[in-house]
């Protein structure tokens, strides 16, 4: 067996990198395996089919998790040290997907930035106060424009040495950020549609290579994102600000919601914003529906 690098993935159809470089298509051997983005593989050659059969992953530094349609776990990548969150002025941003994408990485003990692109468009004041509310919760943000170099040194300098992926809402500019770092990426450019609404320009996760160090990762645009609710941390679902303000409150299995002498709902407004709050509780009532709805699952499966 040899080991090769997944590069792209589009349903059970895989492209890898083997050790000397060559692409090669390749397929899972099994149906059980659960192959992403980002994987390492031991691979068999398909000399019938002139193709690679993956037979073994090895086993994951780090991975990334969502909820899919079933509300079930949907492994999205894997092997990553950096995850860029990407929003921009236009098409206006959900702060709620960013912070689920966030909660999914502090999760995975992934690192993660904010990065807003098309900074060369307005900032209004309610973007302004999202990127200071992340500043203050811990989140590095970076401001970058595809359409100027020079607004592009700061991501560029954080991404040598690091498996990064770019993810967020669909026209924010995830591709053209990638034919800036990787001038002969295969990206496509989409545009806005009437509605300010991002179209899909997307269709497979794909791992490039750096020209100065490092790999990146790009994804589909998403219209949600919700994290895996098995992979979150129960306490604090991956809000840093809650992971630091939680060992204040009364009751150790304090929920954050009405329970007496909580230190979160005390802090909100003042170094806890109302709408990150806001997002902690969606994210909290989704957990708690899935996480019933998946134990009544597990007892009438028993039955």
């Keep these: ?26 397929r899972p051997a099994r149906r059980e395996l659960s192959i992403v983005c980002g994987d390492f593989v031991h ?20 991975a990334l998790y969502r909820t899919n349609a079933r509300g079930g776990s949907e492994l999205i990548a894997a092997n990553l040290s950096l995850l860029l969150v990407v929003a921009a002025p236009r098409p206006q941003p959900d702060f ?7 909660c999914a990485a502090q999760c995975a003990g992934v690192a993660a930035a904010v990065v807003l692109n098309k900074s060369e468009l307005a900032i209004d004041a309610d973007i302004e106060r999202e990127l200071a509310n992340y500043s203050a919760a811990g989140y590095r943000c970076l401001r970058v424009s595809a359409l100027q170099q020079a607004a592009m040194a700061a991501l560029s300098a954080l991404l040598p040495q690091q498996t990064a992926m770019l993810v967020g809402q669909s026209g924010v500019g995830k591709s053209s950020l990638l034919r800036q770092l990787v001038p ?35 994804s589909p645009g998403v219209r949600d994102f919700a994290p895996a609710i098995d992979r979150l941390t129960g306490s604090d679902l991956g809000f840093p600000e809650i ?3 939680a060992p204040r409150c009364r009751f150790a299995d304090c929920r954050h919601l009405r329970e007496p002498d909580c ?20 994210l909290r009532r989704l957990y708690e529906r899935l996480s019933a709805e998946r134990l ?3 007892e009438r499966r028993r039955r």
């Design 184 to 218: 002969d990426s295969e990206a496509t450019i989409g545009e806005l549609i009437r509605d300010d609404e991002g179209r899909h320009t997307t269709t497979a996760t794909r791992l490039y290579q750096l020209p100065g160090g490092g790999e990146i990762i790009d």
């Design 263 to 282: 230190a979160v709902r005390a802090a909100i407004g003042a170094g806890f914003s109302e709408r990150r709050y806001e997002s902690y509780r969606r």
């Design 1 to 26: 067996m040899s080991l090769a690098r997944v590069t792209v993935t589009h349903r059970r159809l895989l492209h890898v990198r083997t050790a000397d470089g060559r692409e090669a298509v390749a």
């Design 43 to 62: 691979f068999e050659l398909d000399e019938r089919h002139d193709e690679l059969n993956v037979v073994a992953v090895e086993p994951r530094s780090s």
């Design 296 to 298: 009544a699952g597990g």
């Design 243 to 245: 992971e630091a303000l």
């Design 96 to 102: 709620f997907v960013v912070d689920r994408y966030l």
